[in-house]
Each structure stands twice: as C-alpha cells, then as structure tokens.
C-alpha cells in the first residue's frame, strides 16, 4: 500500500473519504523510513480544502490504536489516513476526526507482486516479461545500477582510507588482498591483510621468504603444512623468529575454502602473488594511476609467480611443468575490483573528473565476466556487451533480485505499475 501510494498507482476516479469529500493527490509526499507517519510534507486536497501535512497507512484502520498512534502527538500531523480496510473512526489528541480514505489495491497487482516476490522455486520470476520491456528502458536502468556498483565499492574503499588515516597504498593492499581472494575467500584475505599492515612487510620488502612466511603463518597454512619439506621447514623457522621478535599472535581460523575449487584458485597461489608484489617494491597507486592503457592495467597484475610456487597449488609435491598465477579473467577480475575503484575513489577525493571517466571507461573495454549471473540474465535476453554490463547485471542479481526488492528495481516497477490500477 505505501508502494502504491507513493508512485501514486491507484485509481483517482474511486479517490473518496468515508464520508463521501473528493481525494486528490497534488504530492504523495516523502517516504519515511523511521519513526513517525509514513510520508512526511503531502500535499492533499480533500473535498474544496487543500491540506499539507502527513499521510498513514494501515491495513486495518484500528491498527492505528493497535499502534499506539493515539498516545503520540506526532501522528497529530496525520492529514489524511489511507487504509484497506474501514472499522473505526480515527481522532487526533484533541478529539478531532482524521480524514479516511480506503484505497484497495487492485487483485492483479497482488497477484503480480506474489508471483515476483514469492517464487523461491524460480531464479528470475520476471524472465518471461523481460523481452516485452522497451531496450532502451533497460539499458538506463543498467546503466544506473553499474555506476551503483561503482559507488559502493568506491565508499567500501573510501571508508578504509579514512580508516588508514589517509594512507593510499595501504587501503589499496587491503582492497588487492580482497579482491584477490575471487568472492570464495575474500574475507578471509581481506582479515589476513588487516592483520598485518602494509608498512610492517615493506620493511621485509628485500626478503620474499619472509614476507611469505608472515603471510602464511598469519594465515595458519604453516601449522598443517607437510614436515620435510624444506620450503616449508624455512617459513616455518621464518615465522617462528617474527613471531617472536613481533610478538605476532596467531590469528582466529579465517575459513578458508578450498573444496570444490580448482587448484589454480587455491588460496596459497594467491597470497604468494600477495607477496611477490609486496617484495616488488608495492606502489600499485602509482602504477594505477599512470597507466596508460587496459594492457598496462593488466600488466600490473599478471606477474608470474617464481621459485616454490611457480609448479605448486599447495604444499607438498609439485608439478613438472609452470603455471601462470593468474588466467585472462582473473586479471580482469582484479582491473574491476582493485582499480576501476581507485580511479573512482581518487578522481573523487581530487576533484579530478578524468579519473572518474577513466573508471567507467575501462569497464566499457573489458569483455564481460563469465559467470552464473551473465548466464542467467543471457538465457532472459539481456545479454553483456562489456564488463560495465555484467558488473550491472551482478549488482541487479544480488541486491534486488536476491533479495526480492522488486518493489525496488525498475523493472519490477513497470511490471507491477501495469497491473496496480483494476482492470
């Protein structure tokens, strides 16, 4: 009922109080999502009256005693209550009557919403309707939800500068350690890299061992590692001495995952590149930013793994041959999730809008991600040009489809718009 109120969905020919005074809608109002009426500065004309104040709505007109509404001098704002169902009379403090309005939803937009919203046997309820819907309704409304994408991950890495006092390249460690975890060990990388600050490895930075050593000691890969290995054996003797030194405390299990995982996407590859690019003299801001291509973005991130983990996906044997320590989807994984927001996150701080341009650039020159959610949509008809199509496709699948805010998305708008008026 507030949906329909506020996108004014409902029929204004059957727009009448209980006693019979004409309703019109001159503005809904503003949706408040706290304590207090619902929508807050309507606007209404009532019979020949024009009336600013608040709107409540309620299923059952006796849900506003049932509230406590009529013990609370701010429902005393209430201009007009709009409700399904007429049972009582309602009054202010002072024994004035509040204009009443029933407004039944039409059937059919029940129906459509329960069919949208309650289908937990179907991934994408509104699959059937999408080819109906005008192209270019849906690409503005993609269009929206990249750029949202874009700005969250913008604040997650903005509030971790403010977190690091302002420190670039140690929130840009954190956002690279949990970018690297691929979704399925993302915290447990990003707690790792929290664990141990950037500038307490830099001072290791002449020592891969011992960088890896405080990584996978921290990580607690050490502890079940095989004995006799003398890899193993020398992190092993490494850490033990940080430890001690540091006086390093272990940390909680971190939960890594590794069932159902390919090898090459083992944790222990990746917190190795961790640390071959922290040995590497770690300026990845720097390097972001002077980038002059999608190439050189890419080259910043595929440096081949040397030493133990060049042939290894675990501890223990090894492999005859070398492998890349990251495929062409991984790297641009990493362009999307590391520096796509820090072009953004530091255009922004700056005041530099070519920054902010280039972000949204590198996004329409990547290739879309290969995914279940580029399929799903795919098999609908919305099919991915680009990243910057598929990062909007992941943020419609996982913050409106998942969790049902059809209400929310624009195109469960339309699809309900159509059915909220009777037939």
């Known amino acids: 009922m507030q949906y329909v109120w506020q996108h004014r969905l409902l029929l204004h020919t059957d727009m009448v109080t209980v006693?019979?005074?004409r309703v019109s809608v001159i503005d809904p109002g503003r949706l408040n999502t706290d304590a207090g009426p619902d929508f807050f500065n309507a606007k209404v004309k009532i019979g020949s009256d024009t009336w600013v104040g608040d709107v409540e709505i309620h299923v059952r007109a006796?849900?506003?005693h049932r509230h406590g509404h009529d013990s609370d001098r701010a429902y005393d704002s209430v201009i007009l209550h709009v409700v399904d169902r007429d049972d009582t009379r309602i009054c202010r403090g002072n024994g004035e009557v509040i204009p009443q309005m029933t407004m039944t939803c039409a059937p059919e937009f029940h129906i459509?919403?329960?069919e949208l919203v309650d289908r937990a046997d179907i991934d994408l309820p509104c699959a059937n309707d999408l080819p109906g819907l005008s192209q270019l309704y849906i690409t503005d409304w993609l269009t929206g939800l990249?750029?949202?994408?874009m700005y969250a991950k913008s604040d997650h890495m903005l509030k971790l500068l403010d977190t690091y006092a302002g420190d670039w390249e140690q929130t840009c460690y954190v956002i690279l350690a949990r970018a690297l975890g691929f979704s399925i060990n993302s915290e447990p990388m990003e707690r790792l890299a929290v664990s141990l600050p950037l500038h307490f490895l830099r001072k290791h930075s002449d020592?891969?061992?011992?960088?890896?050593?405080l990584l996978f000691g921290q990580g607690g890969f050490l502890e079940k590692a095989p004995a006799g290995d003398p890899y193993?054996?020398?992190l092993r003797r490494e850490h033990k001495f940080f430890a001690h030194?540091?006086?390093?405390?272990p940390l909680e299990p971190l939960g890594w995952k590794m069932a159902r995982m390919r090898p090459h996407n083992f944790p222990h590859r990746r917190i190795s590149l961790l640390a071959q690019l922290i040995s590497r003299d770690f300026r990845l801001v720097a390097r972001i930013l002077k980038a002059q291509s999608l190439d050189d973005m890419r080259d910043i991130f595929r440096q081949p793994l040397t030493g133990y983990w060049a042939n290894h996906f675990t501890f223990g044997p090894g492999s005859e041959r070398n492998y890349e320590s990251l495929s062409k989807n991984s790297t641009d994984s990493l362009v999307i999730n590391v520096a796509v927001p820090l072009l953004l996150s530091y255009g922004t701080v700056h005041g530099d809008e070519a920054l902010?341009?280039?972000?949204?650039?590198?996004?329409?020159?990547?290739?879309p991600e290969s995914n279940s959610i580029v399929t799903l949509f795919a098999n609908a008809g919305i099919k991915s040009r680009d990243a910057f199509t598929s990062q909007a496709l992941i943020q419609l699948r996982r913050c409106y489809c998942e969790p049902r805010k059809c209400l929310y998305c624009r195109v469960g708008h339309r699809l309900l718009a159509s059915k909220a008026k009777r037939q």
Do not use: N
């Open 232 to 234: 193993v054996e020398h």
């Open 62 to 64: 006796s849900d506003w």
């Open 245 to 249: 030194k540091f006086s390093l405390r």
């Open 19 to 21: 006693d019979g005074r």
């Open 146 to 149: 990249a750029f949202e994408r």
């Open 356 to 367: 902010t341009a280039r972000a949204a650039e590198l996004l329409h020159q990547l290739p």
């Open 207 to 213: 020592s891969l061992a011992a960088i890896e050593a």
């Open 112 to 114: 459509r919403y329960h």
